[in-house]
């Protein structure tokens, strides 16, 4: 095997991975997206996730501001959505405007979540930490849900998208049992 310096390109050996809509909201209870895939679950118990968002976004600071935020996983149906979430800022554009959502409320937390999403989770934030160009915000999961058809048994049935990088995207075949 012959390896290639990959440094500066090493987190692409990362990708692809999980794409997500992070919903925000400012102080007048105005929602905000944006696509996020630097994302990880971080702890069963008590149920935690990782996100990771640069200096660029307007979400960082809605989320530090509010204390919480939701995570709303799309099927391939939301990528319009997911492009503008990710290549637009809410700072200028009011992209549920843009792009049509149901915005619901949240069960836990005051944030809402995207309806068309099969999947969401409610987190409060419990924590944060300054990781290079990034913020690091650990979120405390204070409730999750997802379609029955969509997510049976902690397995998914729909190809959900994957980040690989930019505008492209995979999307996992069946799951295949190795052991
Ligand atoms: C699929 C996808 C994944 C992305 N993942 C991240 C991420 O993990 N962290 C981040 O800071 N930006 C990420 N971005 C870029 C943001 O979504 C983008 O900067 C967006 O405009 C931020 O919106 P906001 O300013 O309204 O928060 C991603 C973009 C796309 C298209």
Redesign the pocket.
């Known amino acids: 095997m012959v390896k290639v310096k990959a440094l500066t390109s090493f987190y692409r050996i990362l990708h692809p991975r999980p794409?997500?809509l992070?919903v925000?909201m400012d102080e007048e209870n105005r929602p905000?997206?944006?696509?996020?895939?630097?994302?990880s679950p971080a702890s069963m118990e008590p149920p935690m996730v990782l996100?990771?968002?640069?200096?660029?976004?307007?979400?960082?600071s809605?989320i530090v501001e509010c204390g919480e935020f939701t995570v709303n996983i799309p099927s391939r149906r939301q990528m319009k959505l997911?492009?503008v979430?990710?290549?637009?800022?809410?700072?200028e554009?009011d992209?549920f405007k843009t792009v049509k959502a149901t915005l619901k409320p949240g069960r836990k937390v005051r944030v809402p979540v995207i309806e068309e999403c099969p999947a969401n989770i409610e987190c409060k934030v419990k924590g944060t930490f300054e990781a290079g160009e990034?913020l690091a915000i650990l979120g405390e999961v204070l409730d999750a849900y997802a379609d029955r058809k969509a997510f049976q048994k902690g397995l998914w049935k729909v190809k959900v998208?994957l980040?690989v990088w930019?505008?492209w995207?995979a999307y996992a075949g069946k799951p295949v049992k190795e052991w």
């Open positions: 794409t997500a992070i925000s905000n997206v944006m696509a996020c895939s630097w994302l996100v990771l968002l640069g200096e660029q976004s307007y979400t960082r809605l997911v492009k979430a990710g290549t637009r800022t809410g700072r554009t992209k990034c998208p980040h930019g505008s995207f």
